[in-house]
């Protein structure tokens, strides 16, 4: 039995329930909040990519639109999707700060799909990307990139 079913069969004991999700370190995510972000970095990520759809250089874009399998079990929910004029899809996932973990996921997702995967960050005021392809190529851009 996997701990996600483990916790999913004590539904009807509250109380032993939260007890196992603790001791077993539940990764459930919280509630989205009110404006439907995560993050204020994701909320500013979101007013950068409406400037870039009034100037038509993308059609449309979705926050947590779908996610990609990885291997068995294992998914990467991205947190945006981007539809760009001349017909192709990005997905872009944006971080304060990567941890090993989150570039070892962009990267297997980049090695799975066949879009291209750019990580997002905010550096002095500017949008600063990586973009990893299904080629396993690694570019950076620079800033004001993305």
């Known amino acids: ?49 409406n400037s870039i759809l009034a ?16 291997a068995n079990g294992a998914y ?7 539809l760009y004029a001349d017909g192709h899809t990005e997905y872009h ?12 996921r962009i990267k297997v997702a980049a090695e799975h799909h066949p879009y291209r995967f750019i990580a997002v960050t905010r550096e002095a005021g500017e949008w600063c990307s990586e973009t990893f392809d299904a080629c396993y190529r690694r570019t950076m851009a620079g800033r004001g990139q993305a």
């Open 55 to 70: 100037a038509g250089i993308i059609l449309w874009w979705g926050y947590e639109t779908s996610r990609r399998k990885l």
């Open 93 to 104: 996932e944006t971080k304060g700060h990567w941890r090993p973990a989150a570039r070892v």
């Open 76 to 82: 990467y929910k991205p947190d945006f999707e981007v």
């Open 1 to 49: 039995m996997t701990s996600k079913q483990l916790i999913a069969s004590l539904a009807h004991d509250p109380a032993r329930q939260a007890q196992v999700e603790k001791e077993l370190g539940s990764k459930r995510r919280e509630p989205r909040p009110p404006d439907g972000y995560r993050s204020g970095l994701e909320k500013r990520y979101a007013a950068h990519l």
